[in-house]
């Protein structure tokens, strides 16, 4: 039997009573194998004899003591009874908070075993925090000391004693002597020096020594992997099965298409090696038997757009429909610009919706979309909407996939029969999310920016020293550049208790009349309408706009190649990703780029530029600004996201199993999981039936006691 399939009810493990059982539940624990799972979130040593004098700060002293005085400290209902006690080494004082009844068990002379955490107060060693059983007569036969205790993740009543002893005895009736199933293939448990599952799960609670512990975390973790990797390549495996039969596969592989050829030898500047590497990987892709399902993630500002539109090409001169989705309306506008720049004169009919098309045009589109005589539509998700149909949709490209949901990206997929998906981001994602979230994609990687640019230079700044900054940009508005500065907020009626907070709509007016009244100004925010927006970004790219003054709307996409500066006020109140977006709308063209991160603080500041924050800002709002600060690569930036917010924040992540998972910890342990993927998808592809008798394990597995059951990946 495998553990995942003791499904008896908790009540069944010696100890539980309706009381108990309670608990247990309000917990989520129902069943022998839900309580074996509830793992420790850390072990205490009680094998090792650390005596009074020495214990450390912040660590414990784990000791016998003989106890040698009583006193109390304090008076009428907060009198508390101090123990003093003693070992070989030292004395110390046990304060009793609230257990003023151990006045009758620790009497003068009685000896204990003590484990606690200790400090130095008032010339003593104290401890007010202590587990203590009583010495045995013969010295020994201790119960909870003398070995590695289990720490529990508390919720409700529970109490670490109750879980222990629960798990305990739930491990005696059914682990110990009965017949656990091994979870993995016996070549790999025996190549990798696993426990047994059997060993595993009572040393993981239990463990006999810390050595044996790591051996039972290191199996645990594999199992773990190990599964989640075998549900990510089946499915890539179903993808691929249930395609083999739709698609032809075309000849030509990876070389470069006619219409893809001819739109490169338009153009006024060289590939990078970069885009040269993801069009052959996407090409190679397109040409096989299987619809393509591919990430392409490249910093801001590193040509992903181009690399689509060749995609698209590939497609249409194949006779298939394109659709180029973005997750804003001003984005989309700006590709479709791009797209009837650079592939109209190639012959491509494309074609712009969103939902602010009017209702005679939209039908009009809508013809032409399911009649075939549009090849590229590009736009939002009014792509996917109801009632818009395509002839022959071959390939969905998702900018900015960050934004859209799952749930999105599969509407837009149901429109065609089988597309190939193009998936685009300049917020890479970290290579242990790329392996579980989005495990069965392929990933390109651009990272070469076109020649020329010069990498942006980042400032930290208090906001009590705005001037500075003010003056630095109209140097650079004096020579002839243009400047973006970013709020939080839109106006004062979001402000709601963050008194102080600046926001777009009152600096964009202070920005215009007091700072730069020489300059034109103008202001972009989500509530501007489309038709608005849609000029006041045509202004800014024309350059007759040369301050825009906006919030977050800005992040995403928008290619201005003069604007040189990027002041971003209140930064500490932007994410990681956010920042690095917006970082990445400068530094486009040639010349020298400037970013300022200015952060709020109170009255007494500190020296700036010197990362000396202090007040408001958080600790989390202080590492981002230090991460910005010192890394400009978004890969890098990537990974220390996941780190600083957890994986919990990332879109598409509670879909994903990576939070059903236990003991492992994909960024934490992410040389097991590339381990468990390699093994993983080796053995699908040698034996995708998974019918080899050392396979067989897996399938039974999977169908007795699915490790995830509610994943959908
Ligand atoms: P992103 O990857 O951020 O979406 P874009 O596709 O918007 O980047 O490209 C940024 C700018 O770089 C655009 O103005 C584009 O025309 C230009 N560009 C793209 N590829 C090259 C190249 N190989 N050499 C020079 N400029 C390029
Ligand atoms: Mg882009």
Redesign the pocket.
Known sequence: MFLGSISRPIASIRGVGSKAEAMLQKAGITTVAGLLRRYPRDWEDRNQYVPLARFSLNSRACTTVTVIDQQWIGFGRMRTLKLIVRDETAKAALLCFKQNFLEKKFVPGSRWFISGKFYHKNGEIQSSAFDYEALGGDGGGSKSFGKILPVYPLSGDLTQKMLRKLVENALEQFVNGETVEDEIPGSIAAREGFLSKRDAIRAIHFPLSMEELEKARRSLIYTEFFYLEIMIGKRALERKGAAADVRPSSAAGGTLSALQQRLIERLS????RG?REAITEINADMSGPYPMARLLQ?????????VAFLACLKTIEEGGQAVLMAPTELLARQHAENAARLLEPLGVRPAFLTGNVSSQGRRELLKRLAGGEVDLAVGTHALFSAGVEYRALNLVVV?EQHRFGVTQRSRIMAKGRMPDLLM?S?TPIPRSLAFTVFGDLEVSS?RDM??GRKPVKTHLASQSSEKRVYDFVRRELAAGRQAYFVYPLIGDDENTGDSGLKNAVSMAERLAAEIFPEFSTALLHSRVDEEEKRRIMESFRRGETRILVATSVVEV?V?V?NASCMVIEHAERFGLSALHQLR?RVG?GSEQAYCFLMYSEQAKHGNEGQLNFRGSLTEEGKQRLRVMLENSDGFVIAEEDLKLRGPGQIAGIEQSGYLKLGLADPVRDIRELIKAREDAFAILQQDPGLLLPDHRVISRLMEEAPPFEEVNL
């Open positions: 500047f060289e590939l990078t885009q490249g910093d801001v500002g590193s040509g992903k757009t181009l900018d685009m300049a651009i076109p020649p996409g290619d190649p990445g486009r």
